[in-house]
């Protein structure tokens, strides 16, 4: 195997690493999104099987190996709140401290999160748990007059 793809293994392991040292420090998971979580493992599923058909070296199989890998990873990265921050995705995690507002709205059977910075929008997500639940928890994280349920 070439050094390129010990490093993209490598990579790889880092990724899968991040992957679960974020999913255990989620304390409010939000929804899956079932669109990108479909397209994700289809698009891992293909790959597996170009790799498999035109693979002739170890290195072929090393870097079809990386690309199912990473697809992987981002099938199973989960979006939520941790306790410091937004983590909305591989590389888009939002420091509490950072964000202007938080706004809880109850909708379709738990609640809508969207969070600003400045006037600009830079996360929604959907969770299971009622407003008052998640308004709680980050009222204790964040400053308080920060975290806003519209009447």
């Known amino acids: 195997m070439s ?3 010990y490093a993209l293994l ?3 392991l880092v990724a899968v690493g991040a992957l679960l ?3 255990h420090t989620l304390v409010y998971k939000a929804r899956l999104r079932p669109w990108w979580l479909t397209f994700y ?3 891992a599923a293909l790959m ?3 790799t498999l058909a035109t693979s002739h070296t170890l290195d072929d199989y090393a870097s079809g190996a990386f690309i199912v890998g990473m697809l992987l990873v981002f099938a199973g990265w989960r979006r939520g709140i ?3 921050e937004l983590v909305n995705g591989f590389g888009s995690m939002r420091p509490l401290s950072q964000l202007t507002q938080v706004q ?3 909708d379709k059977g738990g609640t809508l999160l969207v969070a600003t910075v400045g006037q600009v929008t830079v996360v929604k997500m959907r969770f299971a748990q009622a407003p008052a639940v998640l308004a709680k928890y980050l009222k204790r994280q964040m400053p308080p007059e920060r975290v806003v349920m519209p009447k």
Do not use: E, G, K
Request: proline content about 0%; overall charge positive.
């Open 3 to 5: 050094l390129m793809n």
């Open 10 to 12: 490598a990579v790889l």
């Open 21 to 23: 040292y974020v999913r």
């Open 41 to 43: 493992l289809a698009a």
């Open 48 to 50: 597996v099987a170009f």
């Open 82 to 84: 941790s306790h410091l």
């Open 104 to 106: 809880l709205s109850a």
